[in-house]
Nanobody, 118 residues
């Protein structure tokens, strides 16, 4: 069973930066696509960025130019570097791992809170 644990959230001023980390345990995630998703209160989770096992990245429009996703397979960790944070950026960021291999496998972390103050 895979477990994903996010960290790195906190309070930051508008215009500031944070780096989120998601560490996987229980299995190697080197073959998985990893992603970060955001969630605003009362809304569905939305994609921020994904990174494939080969390192190909994809970003949602709001993240382009501000956020960077990366991974360290040896450390079973995926990162999200967030720059130029805005007060309107949604507060909860969750990590996801998924893989199509003899069926669909998907795991989620519990999320980490990001608060941007003005």
């Amino acid at each position: 069973q895979v477990q994903l644990v996010e960290s790195g959230g906190g309070l930051v001023q508008a215009g500031g930066s944070l780096r989120l980390s998601c560490v996987a345990s229980g299995s190697s995630l080197s073959r998985y696509t990893m992603g970060w998703y955001l969630q605003a209160p009362g809304k569905e989770r939305e994609l921020v960025a994904t990174i494939t096992s080969g390192g190909t990245t994809n970003y949602a429009g709001s993240a382009k130019g501000r956020f960077t996703i990366s991974r360290d397979n040896a450390q079973s960790t995926v990162y999200l570097q967030m720059n130029s944070l805005k007060t309107e950026d949604p507060p909860v960021y969750s990590c996801r791992a998924y893989l199509w291999e003899a069926g669909f496998r998907e795991y989620w972390g519990q999320g980490t809170q990001v608060t941007v103050s003005s």
